[in-house]
């Protein structure tokens, strides 16, 4: 409260928390803006990236947000949870997908119903994500129209007066990369490979969006790649605090 | 195809099958119309009475339509999944309730989510289920407004043009029993009642509500129940085939 005023950042909060720079670019704005957030919400989902989910944890702590990894059955019919090897090495530039075989089906409406499920055990009204542009080009439940129509469902599901905030849904990569380091967001804390095995393996859609994010800024990724890297012109990370 | 025309009926189904009334309705409904139903799925989501999964399955054998019980994370927070004991022998017409203790937290959004993440997997384009207007007065997941709102999340979310289909949506359970009457759907092998323990209680919520629509429509309930009832002028179920 201020000076008799609600303001939105006092609801109650919960964030989707993934362990990638996306969800913890979206969790170091929700602290910076004061939101009230009660917890930091993880998914198991038959992903093999499951290495994420520690980091999820790992960044939860650092924030001192209360965490819950929830198990959910499978989501079957995606390279990321084992049908099909992992994309490498792919000519990002050149694709016009119009869903990326990563795609998970379904994928953000389960979470996002989950987390309102959740979310009725307590008194928190607002579901924090970092959905973001970049990814809303071919994953389609990355979309604010999806958000939209989602958060309608929600309050007519529940009746709860659900929001679904998004801070980071007109972004690409690098505008993530750039408000990361402005909130001092924990980046080395971060897990961001679809193969899963550390260290990341920079070949993937996943690391090549997340490399070439990092170099258009300017700036060093900080996690460990296992192959040799160019950063000509770019700062190490530490000289970015 | 009939005369080069698509009907709605050849466009591939996946029905949402409880083992319940409802759903049975739906899917003796599908059948009589024509539908291709591809699949009947099935949901353990920490139910009490998971016993009407048993009954799911013999009713989808019954129809010979391929069943799949999805294991779900146990959705929290209801007297169905054990927050509290199941309400007994209330007095249903006195009340006012805006939500049933019996709601599950957003239920039917995470069912139609994963129901539609498992029709990714194939073709099917319309999910089939017996959501009705007797359960939408206090379960507001069950309502038309938000099946609409689900339909249009679901087909931002997937950009396959998903129809949820329900041809119960304007019944109260007296129509509904007709209907299964009149379809010969198999009523003995259903299970309604919240408790789970064979045979039923006759006093749950779920119990009453099934027992007064069977006496509404002058029919006696096949199934056994753990207290003695009162059937006057009701025929018995085997008269009505």
């Given at each position: 409260?201020?000076?008799?005023?609600?303001?939105?950042?006092?609801?109650?909060?919960?964030?989707?928390?993934?362990?990638?720079?996306?969800?913890?670019?979206?969790?170091?704005?929700?602290?910076?803006?004061?939101?009230?957030?009660?917890?930091?919400?993880?998914?198991?989902?038959?992903?093999?990236?499951?290495?994420?989910?520690?980091?999820?944890?790992?960044?939860?702590?650092?924030?001192?947000?209360?965490?819950?990894?929830?198990?959910?059955?499978?989501?079957?019919?995606?390279?990321?949870?084992?049908?099909?090897?992992?994309p490498q090495g792919r000519d990002l530039a050149g694709l016009t997908e119009t869903i990326a075989p990563t795609y998970v089906p379904n994928r953000n409406m389960i979470l996002l119903a989950y987390a309102a499920a959740h979310a009725l055990?307590?008194?928190?009204?607002?579901?924090?994500?970092?959905?973001?542009?970049?990814?809303?080009?071919?994953?389609?439940?990355?979309?604010?129209e999806f958000l939209r129509a989602t958060e309608t469902a929600l309050r007519l599901a529940t009746l709860r007066h659900f929001t679904i905030v998004r801070p980071l849904i007109r972004d690409g990569k690098a505008a993530i990369v750039r408000r990361a380091l402005a909130l001092g967001a924990p980046i080395p804390l971060t897990w961001t490979c679809y193969v899963g095995e550390a260290p990341a393996c920079g070949s993937c859609d996943a690391c090549q969006l997340r490399l070439d994010a990092f170099r258009q800024v300017g700036v060093r990724d900080p996690l460990p790649y296992a192959v040799d890297l160019e950063w000509v012109g770019c700062r190490p990370y530490a000289e970015t605090g």
């Amino acid at each position: 409260m201020r000076g008799g005023q609600t303001r939105v950042q006092d609801e109650p909060a919960i964030i989707l928390l993934s362990g990638g720079l996306d969800s913890v670019t979206a969790l170091a704005w929700a602290q910076a803006e004061g939101y009230a957030i009660r917890a930091a919400l993880s998914f198991h989902y038959g992903q093999r990236h499951e290495r994420e989910l520690q980091a999820a944890t790992a960044i939860a702590a650092h924030y001192g947000v209360p965490q819950q990894v929830v198990e959910l059955a499978p989501i079957r019919g995606s390279r990321l949870t084992g049908d099909g090897a992992i994309p490498q090495g792919r000519d990002l530039a050149g694709l016009t997908e119009t869903i990326a075989p990563t795609y998970v089906p379904n994928r953000n409406m389960i979470l996002l119903a989950y987390a309102a499920a959740h979310a009725l055990l307590g008194d928190a009204t607002q579901l924090i994500g970092g959905w973001n542009a970049a990814d809303g080009a071919n994953y389609p439940d990355c979309r604010d129209e999806f958000l939209r129509a989602t958060e309608t469902a929600l309050r007519l599901a529940t009746l709860r007066h659900f929001t679904i905030v998004r801070p980071l849904i007109r972004d690409g990569k690098a505008a993530i990369v750039r408000r990361a380091l402005a909130l001092g967001a924990p980046i080395p804390l971060t897990w961001t490979c679809y193969v899963g095995e550390a260290p990341a393996c920079g070949s993937c859609d996943a690391c090549q969006l997340r490399l070439d994010a990092f170099r258009q800024v300017g700036v060093r990724d900080p996690l460990p790649y296992a192959v040799d890297l160019e950063w000509v012109g770019c700062r190490p990370y530490a000289e970015t605090g």
